[in-house]
């Protein structure tokens, strides 16, 4: 079957860094995604990776290992407004998403 | 602004009734639109790929019959639910494909809470 792991929670302070870590299992793979999701909303474009390394986009990077399986999302700086879900997804065929189970994101003051 | 709009945002039926929700893909032809189910604090679920002018190509598990989608122009899909129950209350979203030079974005709808009494 395909699925997509990540941890549950995650809980950090104002400036501090966080990781989510997101490994996955799918029949295709055309890249892995990361999105955003303010509790009753939608989920909002943060990155994409295609090839393996870092891809850097303001405070946040995302990191991908095809031959792991692997990939993170690095949140710096964090800042309240960061609290949300964090979903890492795969296309996986014809630009269809898999989706991860998310990760709630808590930014302490 | 938003390049897909969904609506309507929130509905609420009665047990039995059947509930439209539309997905309109704005300044851009959309021929593959993807519809998903959110329960609360749980994963999207992909439901359906809707591809314009054809079948939709439902995943394992969704029940095709009780959840109609039409694709019928570049712009425009619809999710019907059909014969709503109390556990079909969830947040359904869409999402549609465009195709740029640098290669294919996704962009979601706003979402639609249905909430089935």
């Known amino acids: 079957g395909q699925s997509l792991e990540q941890p549950s929670e995650v809980t950090a302070v104002e400036g501090a860094i966080v990781q989510i870590n997101c490994t996955y299992q799918?029949?295709?793979?055309?890249?892995l995604s990361w999105y955003q999701q303010h509790d009753g909303g939608a989920p909002t474009f943060l990155s994409y990776n295609a090839l393996d390394g870092l891809e850097e986009t303001g405070r946040f990077s995302s990191f991908l290992s095809r031959s792991d399986s692997y990939g993170y999302l690095l949140l710096q700086e964090l800042q309240m407004k960061d609290s949300a879900s964090y979903f890492c997804a795969v296309g996986s065929g014809t630009y269809k998403y898999i989706f991860g189970t998310g990760t709630r994101l808590k930014v302490l003051a | 602004g938003a390049v897909v709009s969904q609506h309507p945002s929130w509905v609420i039926c009665k047990s039995g009734t059947s509930v439209k929700i539309e997905c309109r893909s704005l300044d851009f032809q959309a021929t593959t639109m993807f519809w998903y189910r959110q329960f609360p604090k749980q994963s999207l679920m992909l439901m359906a790929t809707?591809?314009?002018?054809?079948?939709?190509?439902?995943e394992q598990g969704v029940e095709k019959d009780k959840f109609l989608i039409n694709h019928a122009s570049l712009t425009l899909s619809t999710l019907t639910v059909t014969s709503a129950h109390p556990e079909d209350s969830s947040f359904y979203i869409c999402s549609a494909r465009v195709s740029t030079p640098s290669g294919n974005t996704i962009y979601f709808g706003e979402g639609s809470w249905l909430t089935v009494v």
């Open positions: 799918t029949s295709g793979f055309y890249g």
């Open positions: 809707s591809n314009e002018g054809s079948k939709a190509t439902y």
